[in-house]
């Protein structure tokens, strides 16, 4: 029974150990975020003088809007982004690899083949901010392949 124990024990330090990771992954994402939004908020202040005031406008909404929009993505806990009877997308996000997971083996059971990986690296409300956030995953059913 000792050698049970100790499997037991390890496998618990490591969940431990996989959880304090994940939470310490989250919170160095916080303050890239933070850090990175500082560093657009001023580079957006010296852009002002190159750039006339309708196109920085029109730039300023449209990373408001997409920095929303990947906001929303990332506090969502679906999964599979979009899904007809087509194509399928889903997003990997860091820590919800047994989500994704599931959610894989259904639509590779449903008959979808995975066809495209794109890394989602660069946030567009943080100029320089490139470290990988997440794993869009496309897929296209097979009675649509050719």
Not at 30 to 43: D, R, V
Not at 95 to 104: L, P, S
């Amino acid at each position: 029974m000792g050698i049970l124990k100790k499997i037991k024990d390890t496998a618990e330090k490591g969940t431990e150990l996989s959880k304090k990771g994940i939470e310490k992954s989250s919170e160095l994402s916080k303050k890239g975020i933070e850090k990175s939004s500082e560093l657009t908020t001023k580079g957006f202040s010296e852009a002002k003088d190159v750039v006339s005031k309708e196109s920085f406008n029109e730039q300023l909404d449209t990373l408001k809007k997409e920095g929303l929009r990947l906001k929303k993505l990332f506090q969502s806990k679906e999964v599979i982004q979009l899904k007809t009877d087509s194509i399928a997308i889903l997003l990997r996000k860091m820590g919800k690899e047994d989500e994704f997971f599931a959610a894989y083996e259904q639509l590779t059971k449903e008959g979808y083949k995975l066809v495209l990986l794109e890394e989602l690296r660069e946030l567009p409300i943080a100029a320089g901010f490139n470290f990988q956030v997440g794993v869009y995953f496309y897929f296209q059913h097979k009675k649509y392949i050719t």
